[in-house]
């Protein structure tokens, strides 16, 4: 089978959208592709960021490539599939233009896993997946009915059926990554790197998917959950390539970067920089500065709340004090270029407490942001206890509420967001 695996040229305005505007690699196109290929397809991947190329340009390099079946993300790379933007705007855009062109047409993403009938009516697909897609689309590229195949949506005569719950991957033994050399070349950004010099393309890379912890403003219920840790061997195998590629710094991806003392050591022989996103309150000190001496330069690390009663709401099972807390950090900050504390607009979070925390932290050299209002994505706990189970109107649901609610976004965000209806309307004229 001739599949294409699309990544569009991705746009925000008016959007709430929290990640990042930069290019960043798309993973679960690159797994899928390894995937297929091994099971004998013939594969084009494309993203629009990395190779230049606007959405139309996209759309003719699909149409020529001819493929029985065509794939589309509805969320920028796996890093963002927990904070992606609500509208589905261009990637309906995407799929309206290419028409018939692409064969089969497939959706994977956030939006899908969440609310599959929604998307596949808002999309106009042939098919969405469930959760982690690349074994998924390996199950689709074989043929066969629908019906048979699990963790999609798909219109049937007029109906839209579902065939279960989301997919989680094995993962575990998912095989290292090849790029594109020009995507690399192409790829400047080091996310999350403040405070140090970057230098030579960057890259993400997953040691790890999904986390053990529940905490109820995070959106990974039905994507990215469970806790699984891909093989070292394979890990080290895709740094090195990325390496000798030319690539300077990774960013791990996973959803919360463990302490691993045998990666860590690896990592210190390479000539590599990283960042992760991980608890703090999981690091004892002297695995701090392992993780410092084996090249970290970036931490983000979710604190939340400075009160017990905070975290408590949030769930965050955090055995420390909010005093310990900020001990580690200042530790980690000892070895580490850029440490930053994430904090969220929580109920009755005091504001001459927060600003003298954040200041004893400066001090320090640790970057604590100023409290960022919630979103309560509809694959977040905060959405179940809000509203239920996710229905036809959860997303525009959530995006009334935190539009209601806050006067003030945060800094990365548009600041004149516009309603949800209003923006998936817009799809014509991207």
Known sequence: ?????????????????????????PLELGYSK????????????????LMGEDNPGLIERVAAFAPDMTVITTAPTYLF???????????????DRLGRRGGMTVAVGPHGSATPETAVAKLACDVVVRGECEEILGKLAEGGALASIPSIAYMDTG???????????RFTDLPPLRWPTDWLQRHSHHHHRFGSKAHGPGAEVEASRGCPYACSFCAKI???????????SIVLDEI????????????????????????????????VEFGVQTRIDLWKPAMLDLLGQAGCVSIEAGVESLTVEGRASLD???????????DRLIRARQTVPFVQANLIETA???????????????????????????????????????????????????????????????????????????????????
């Open 1 to 25: 089978m001739r599949i294409a695996l699309v990544n569009p040229a991705w746009s925000f305005p008016h959007s709430i959208y929290f990640g990042c505007r930069e290019a960043h690699l």
């Open 34 to 49: 390894a995937l297929l290929e091994t099971a004998g397809h013939d594969c084009l991947m494309l993203d629009g960021a």
């Open 81 to 95: 599939w927990r904070c992606a933007q609500p509208e589905l705007r261009i990637p309906r855009m995407l799929l």
């Open 159 to 169: 109906r839209i059926r579902v065939t279960g719950e989301p997919h989680a991957s």
């Open 222 to 232: 039905d994507f990215r959950d469970a806790y699984r840790r891909r093989a070292l």
């Open 240 to 271: 090195d390539g990325l390496v000798a590629q030319g690539v300077t710094y990774v960013y791990f991806v996973d959803e919360i970067f463990l302490p691993q003392p045998q990666l860590l050591h690896a990592l210190a022989e390479r000539a």
């Open 316 to 326: 965050k099972k955090c055995r420390l004090t909010t005093d310990e807390l900020a």
């Open 348 to 430: 009755g979070d005091d504001a001459a407490l927060v600003a003298a925390w954040r200041e004893r932290l400066a001090a320090a050299g640790v970057w604590a942001n100023d409290p960022v209002p919630l979103y309560p994505y509809p694959s977040s706990p905060d959405y179940r206890k809000l509203w239920g189970l996710p229905d036809g109107r959860a997303w525009e649901r959530a995006h009334e509420h935190y539009l209601a609610q806050f006067d003030d976004l945060s800094d990365i965000q548009d600041g004149d967001p516009l309603p949800l209806p209003v923006l998936e309307t817009q799809c014509q004229r991207a």
